[in-house]
């Protein structure tokens, strides 16, 4: 085969990575635990072709060159090593969410690049290959290859650097709604990022709690204890832009609206009402809550000042070729 299409869902980090000890082979600091987010995806595909002098990338119907290209182009020259050919190719992809504003539109699509660009180039990789080279794409791709909540394991090295699956989809009903307050990109990519975390003095002790905060969390899913979910991941999203705003230079990717909905989550919760927050390298809020509840979280949060929109998303599957 020489053309596939494949489609990932994005997904949402509750432990979250930041910083590599490999920048080049995207080998993190600390493991993390997400779960895919139901439609929000990337759908991608990648035809191999004789005939093209160099690779071509189209995002939502527009042309990409430079970093963006070269990023494409680097999944490509691997998948390119791996199957022995040399062909270029042409990569169409599409996101149904807005990209560069804290919903890992780079996870999607990495994952979705790494299967398509597989299959069509005929290789056929296991589920831990498409993670490892969804990972040298963007890290948090590798999280977007196994379905529902997933864990992506620290490793030994770069080939036991993957992500697997801790619990299906079906597991448990948590959704995410997502508090847009920002549709713009983000002046700071998590690439540039994650290679200045190191310089925040916070890090280290950050990233040597990380296997607490990451047991918590797990135990949290498998028991569908809520409590203690909710405590963890604000906890984890905090300490991560503790770590962003200590860096050098400092990252600030809070707005006015995003502290705000912190101050109305914790409100709520203390009410009651089950919700919990975390935020990706953006300003948008992912609000946390049980499937009964997501109704009544949407309505309260599009009536938070500054809240532009809210997307909802169950847990997703796994990658797949469509
Ligand atoms: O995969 P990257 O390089 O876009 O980094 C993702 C970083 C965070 O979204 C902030 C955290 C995470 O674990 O997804």
Avoid at 13 to 24: L, P, S
Avoid at 91 to 106: H, R
Avoid at 168 to 193: F, M, Q, R, Y
Avoid at 273 to 285: H, I, M, Q, R
């Amino acid at each position: 085969m020489t053309t596939a299409t494949a489609q990932a869902f994005s997904n949402i980090a509750f432990i979250k990575y930041w910083g590599n000890r490999d920048n080049e082979l995207r080998l993190p600091v600390n493991g993390s635990i997400s779960m895919n987010l139901d439609g929000l995806f990337s759908r991608t595909t990648v035809s191999f072709q004789p005939s093209l002098p160099f690779d071509e990338l189209i995002i939502n119907g527009r042309e990409v060159v430079g970093k963006g290209l070269e990023r494409v182009s680097f999944i490509l020259d691997l998948i390119r090593e791996k199957a022995g050919i040399k062909m270029n190719a042409e990569v169409m992809s599409e996101n149904n969410f807005p990209s560069g504003a804290g919903i890992a539109s780079s996870a999607a699509a990495f994952a979705a690049l790494a299967l398509a660009g597989s299959k069509a180039a005929g290789l056929d990789l296991s589920e831990r290959e498409l993670s490892v080279l969804a990972r040298r794409g963007s890290g948090s791709a590798s999280r977007s290859i196994p379905a529902g909540f997933v864990e992506w394991q620290v490793g030994k090295d770069e080939k036991d650097c993957y992500a697997y699956s801790i619990a299906p989809a079906d597991h448990w009903n948590l959704v995410d709604c997502v508090a847009i307050v920002s549709s713009s990109h983000k002046k700071t990519g998590s690439t540039e990022g994650h290679a200045i975390a190191g310089t925040s003095p916070l890090q280290n002790a950050r990233v040597a709690d990380a296997p607490r905060r990451l047991e918590i969390c797990r135990n949290a899913i498998l028991k569908k204890d809520f409590d203690a979910f909710a405590n963890i991941i604000e906890h984890d999203s905090d300490m991560m832009h503790a770590v962003m705003m200590t860096s050098n230079p400092p990252l600030i990717y809070w707005q006015s609206a995003t502290v705000e909905i912190f101050h109305q989550v914790r409100e709520w919760r203390a009410s009651g009402l089950p919700v919990s927050y975390t935020v990706d390298a953006g300003a948008n809020v992912h609000v946390l809550c049980l499937g009964e509840y997501a109704r009544e979280v949407e309505k309260r949060l599009r009536e938070v000042p500054g809240v532009k929109d809210v997307l909802v998303a169950g847990v997703g599957g796994g990658a797949r070729i469509v």
